[in-house]
C-alpha cells in the first residue's frame, strides 16, 4: 500500500489570495487524483495529475482556478486560486498502484475561505 | 444518470445486526468494484474490493450482481466501531474511479 501525506492539514485563509496544497507518495504511483469534499458529501474529482504533462480535469474544474503540479511519480501540488467562501472544503490527495486498482488517500486538507 | 447512486441512509441499527447496503452503477463496462469505508472527518480507506465471485472478509460480505449492475456490502454482528460511512466505488475502463455518496450507518449499544 501506499502511504500519503498532504500538507498543510488545515488552512484558513482570505477570500482573493491562493494556497497550494502539496501531495507526497512514499512510493511510485501510476496515477494521482486531487478530489474535493464538501461537508456531508462525497468526494468529486477535480483532476487527473498527469507526471510530467498537463493535469486532465473534470467538468466544471479548469485549470486557472486549480492549477496543479506533477513533477514526478511521487510528488503532486493543488493551488486553489483566487479563493472565495465557496471554495472551502477538504481536498483530498489519492494515488493509484496500477498493479492492484487500489486507491489511496491523503489526509485532506481543510480549507476555510473568509 | 450518475454513474454510481448509494442510499444515503442513515442506517441505525442496534449492536448485533446484520445490515446490508446496496449500489447500482450505470456502466455496464466496469471492471473494478470497491468498498471505501469514511470515518467522520478522516479520508476514505479501502475496506475491500469486490470480485465477481464475491467475497468476505470477517463479518463483512461483498457481491458483484454485473447482470443488474449493482454491488452490495453485508456487515454481520455490526460492531459499535462499524459507524461510519461507506462509499461505492466504480472503475470503469481507464484511469477514472467513480464514487457513491455515500451510505450513513450508526450502530447504537
Redesign the interface.
Known amino acids: 500500500s501506499a502511504v500519503i501525506s498532504q500538507k498543510p492539514s488545515r488552512d484558513i485563509c482570505q477570500r482573493g489570495t491562493s494556497l497550494t496544497i502539496q501531495c507526497q507518495v512514499d512510493s511510485q504511483v501510476t ?1 494521482m ?1 486531487w478530489y474535493r469534499q464538501q461537508p456531508g ?3 468529486t ?1 477535480i483532476a ?1 495529475a498527469n507526471q510530467g504533462s498537463e493535469a486532465t480535469y473534470e467538468s466544471g474544474f479548469v485549470i486557472d482556478k486549480f492549477p496543479i503540479s506533477r513533477p514526478n511519480l511521487t510528488f503532486s501540488t493543488l493551488t486553489v486560486s483566487n479563493m472565495s467562501p465557496e471554495d472551502s472544503s477538504i481536498y ?1 490527495c489519492s494515488a ?1 498502484d496500477g498493479s492492484s ?8 486538507t481543510r480549507l476555510t475561505v473568509t | 444518470r450518475k454513474e454510481v447512486e448509494q442510499d444515503p441512509g442513515p442506517f441505525n441499527v442496534p449492536e448485533g445486526a446484520t445490515v446490508a447496503f446496496n449500489c447500482t452503477y450505470s456502466n455496464s463496462a466496469s471492471q ?1 468494484f ?1 468498498w471505501y469505508r469514511q470515518d467522520c472527518r ?5 475496506l475491500m ?1 469486490v470480485y465477481s465471485s464475491g467475497n468476505e472478509d470477517g463479518r463483512f460480505t461483498a457481491q458483484l450482481n454485473r447482470a443488474s449492475q449493482y454491488i452490495s456490502l453485508l456487515i454481520r454482528d455490526s460492531k459499535l466501531s462499524d459507524s461510519a460511512t461507506y ?1 461505492c ?1 466504480v ?1 470503469p475502463h481507464g ?3 467513480y ?4 451510505t450513513s450507518l450508526t450502530v447504537i449499544p
Open positions: 496515477m487524483f458529501q462525497s468526494l474529482l487527473t483530498l493509484w486498482y487500489e486507491q489511496y488517500f491523503g489526509p485532506g | 473494478s470497491f478522516k479520508e476514505p480507506k479501502l474490493s462509499l466505488v472503475k484511469n477514472q474511479f464514487f457513491g455518496t455515500g
